[in-house]
């Protein structure tokens, strides 16, 4: 097996590239949709994020919204709640290892994946890049973002031209969906290539 890390900065098009990943067959493990269900359901982690960040919780399990204000731009806050989430996290890893032990690929799409060292647990890595007028006016688009709430992840963030020089392999996603899933195709290609015996 060949693992995959895939990383981009906030609005750099991430999850439409593991989305053409999942589209070829490639297993995904999503991080930040392992967190969100994490924060939803496991009671164990809704328990000890209330713990330490009181009022952050609700029926609903962890309310993000409440959350957010709390760690964001806060590097202290943010240390305490990953070391709530990540060992939580990595059991989910573990089990999706496991559930797709034959596959010849597998895709861990990790926004902070430089940030938190994690392209020592992975094969190859694969940023997913756009300029940067392209990045800020998709996330300043979203629903609830401002400029200082941009400003304030991009500065959690390793900046994109340190992130696609560290990086194995990069998928443009500034223009046309065909171009970004052509890249996506031979990137597999490439790794299912180095898998294939020498006959």
Do not use: N, W
């Not at 959350?67 to 709640?81: C, I, N, R, S, Y």
């Amino acid at each position: 097996m060949i693992t995959i890390g895939l990383t981009g900065s906030i609005g750099m098009g991430k999850s439409t590239v593991a989305a053409m990943f999942a589209d070829e067959g490639v297993p995904v493990f999503d991080a930040d949709a392992a967190v969100h269900r994490l924060q939803a359901s496991d009671a164990t982690v809704i328990s000890a994020i209330e713990a330490a960040f009181p009022g952050a919780t609700g029926a609903g399990g962890v309310d993000r919204a409440k959350l957010g204000p709390m760690v964001l731009g806060d590097a202290a806050a943010m240390v305490q709640l990953e070391a709530i989430v990540h060992p939580a996290v990595q059991a989910e890893r573990a089990a999706f290892l496991a559930a797709h032990a034959t596959a010849p690929l597998v895709v861990f799409d990790i926004p902070l994946l430089f940030e938190t060292g994690g392209e020592s647990r992975v094969d190859v890595v694969v940023v997913a890049s756009a300029p940067d007028s392209v990045q800020r006016a998709r996330v300043l688009a979203r629903a609830g973002m401002t400029p200082d709430k941009l400003e304030a992840i991009l500065a959690r963030q390793l900046p994109d031209p340190e992130k696609t020089a560290r990086a194995d392999y990069v998928v443009p996603t500034g223009g046309s969906l065909d171009t970004t899933r052509d890249a996506v195709r031979r990137i597999i290609a490439c790794l299912t290539a180095r898998k294939t015996p020498l006959s």
